[in-house]
């Protein structure tokens, strides 16, 4: 598959902080961010879209990266991947069930969808067999922390949160 980056339309789904770092890198490649999340926020640079469905129309690129709860279980299903089209590129760098697992390989071998950049699945270790054989994916392990100053950092926070805990102050990365 031959595919040029630079200039797409690339949409994200979760503008929070992973969201963010992906829009500021993918900014560097000229390329127009779009975005969609519960609430709409001033970001004067990104468009915001009120529907994935939406969002997924106008992007060449579709990132996830937004947190997985019931609302985002299958964010990304064939609705959105028809929206998205045959030229059109998935990338999941949240959770493996934010995407419809079984629509995403029928999509594929269909040619509804151009292409999938994948490090998670919907039912990790195990990946559906035939998207090995796909030359318009792209596979990798969940590694994107697997270096020596994130997993440090990870270990930082860890340890911060413990200590915020054990002190009664508030936590630095609450679960709400």
Same mark, same amino acid.
């Given at each position: 598959? %031959? ?21 500021? #890198? ?52 064939? $609705?959105?991947? $028809? ?17 419809? $697992? ?9 040619? #509804? ?34 270096? %020596? $100053?994130? #997993? ?25």
């Amino acid at each position: 598959m %031959h595919f040029i980056f630079s200039g797409k339309r690339v949409g994200i789904i979760g503008l929070g902080r992973i969201g963010l770092a992906v829009a500021k #890198r993918v900014e560097g490649f000229d390329c127009p961010v779009n975005y969609y999340q519960r609430t709409k926020q001033a970001y004067p640079n990104y468009t915001y879209y009120p529907s994935v469905v939406e969002l997924a129309a106008n992007s060449d690129v579709l990132v996830v990266a937004c947190p997985l709860n019931e609302h985002t279980r299958h964010i990304v299903n064939r $609705e959105v991947m $028809e929206a998205l089209g045959p030229k059109g590129v998935l990338i999941n760098i949240g959770r493996g069930p934010h995407v419809d $697992e079984p629509e995403l390989v029928s999509a594929l071998l269909e040619g #509804r969808l151009g292409g999938a950049g994948l490090d998670v699945f919907e039912d990790e270790p195990n990946v559906p067999e035939a998207l090995f054989a796909l030359d318009n994916v792209v596979l990798v392990p969940h590694v994107g922390s697997a270096t %020596h $100053e994130t #997993r440090t950092a990870m270990a930082d926070l860890v340890l911060g949160n413990l200590e915020a805990h054990v002190l009664k102050k508030p936590l630095l990365t609450p679960v709400v």
